[in-house]
């Protein structure tokens, strides 16, 4: 079966650093996504990691290792708008295709 | 704005009430999704479409049809709403849902649905 870990809740102050951890099983890989989400609001795609290593865009950064089956998500700077809901997504093989399931999100409080 | 557009943003069904959900994308994506977002569950497939005139279920598909009108459209049917549908929709389009494919899903702003 298909299954995702990442942490419920993360606190951090304001100027930090975090990183939100994220887990898998799936029936074969084929990359690992992540979203934020606002109160409210849509899903916003962040980052996508098909390779084991890390790339960055601006503040923030994303990892994966694929022969641990774990990812993270990296924030810098943080700032008070980065509060938000961040789910990571993993890319496997579903009947024929290729679909991402997603995590049940980490909700991080950016205090000031 | 290019993007997923969905409608309506709210309704209240009634138990045994029908009614479909709306999207349309402008971005010429091949691949268009359903998922439903309840606390703590994170977000559920419930339909996809890989290309017109292609549909396929999700993980969570029961109580559901679905319709990919065009490139564009891709529709969601309760055909006899219960409490347990009551949810958050989403509607995402990508370009592609192939082996190369890292594009990120583009979201839709969501149909937040009660069903009394």
């Known amino acids: 079966g298909q299954s995702l870990e990442q942490p419920s809740e993360v606190t951090a102050v304001e100027g930090a650093i975090v990183q939100i951890n994220c887990t898998y099983q799936?029936?074969?890989?084929?990359?690992l996504s992540w979203y934020q989400q606002h109160d409210g609001g849509a899903p916003t795609f962040l980052s996508y990691?098909?390779?084991?290593g890390l790339e960055e865009t601006g503040r923030f950064s994303s990892f994966l290792s694929r022969s641990d089956s774990y990812g993270y998500l990296l924030l810098q700077e943080l700032q008070m708008k980065d509060s938000a809901s961040y789910f990571c997504a993993v890319r496997g093989a579903y009947s024929g295709t290729y679909k991402y399931i997603f995590g049940t999100g980490t909700r991080l409080k950016v205090l000031a | 704005n290019a993007g997923v557009t969905q409608t309506p943003k709210f309704q209240v069904l009634k138990t045994g009430q029908s009614m479909t959900l709306q999207c349309a994308q402008d971005?010429?994506?091949?691949?268009m999704y359903w998922y439903r977002q309840d606390p703590g569950m994170g977000l559920r497939l419930i339909y996809y479409?890989?290309?017109?005139?292609?549909?396929d279920k999700g993980e969570v598909p029961n109580g559901y049809n679905v319709s990919r009108l065009n490139k564009r459209e891709f529709s969601l049917r309760l055909e006899s709403a219960a409490p347990s549908q009551t949810s958050v929709y989403f509607c995402?389009?990508?370009?592609?849902?192939?082996?190369?494919?890292?594009?990120?899903?583009?979201f839709g702003s969501g149909t937040r649905l009660t069903v009394v």
């Open positions: 479409s890989a290309s017109e005139g292609t549909t």
């Open positions: 990691n098909g390779l084991d």
């Open positions: 799936t029936s074969g890989f084929y990359g």
């Open positions: 971005m010429n994506h091949n691949s």
């Open positions: 995402a389009s990508s370009p592609g849902d192939g082996l190369s494919s890292g594009y990120g899903y583009t």
